[in-house]
């Protein structure tokens, strides 16, 4: 298994642990607080809103008017499907998280938890 297998499972077993953990410790009945993320690879601003003005009885329709919508957000540098996601899951950037996609990428020039 390569490094980017390895990392991904890793990640999987730390959410689950960590949102069994959080659940144990919530001794707080209030209502449950949903969230739902999605994101959707190379898409715009622009196309979300293009295919709700066209498909205004659509599930991403129904969305927009009763969640949270943000609309300022940016990508991480680098930009790549893997990198991204982990940063918008994670909040740090590539150069924090150290998963730059690209197994080739010498890390020496940003070591994983460098400043």
Sequence with gaps: ????GKFAIAVLLGSTALSAAARADDDDHRAIEHVL???VDGM????????VKGHPTSAFAKLLRHGVHYTNAHTSRPSD?????LAFMTGASPKTH??????TYDQ???PPGSN
């Design 1 to 4: 298994m390569n490094k980017f």
């Design 37 to 39: 993320l999605i994101s």
């Design 44 to 51: 715009h601003e622009v196309d979300l809103q293009r295919y």
């Design 81 to 85: 499907s893997f990198p991204g996601l």
């Design 98 to 103: 150290g998963v730059f996609y690209d197994d």
């Design 108 to 110: 020496t020039l940003y």
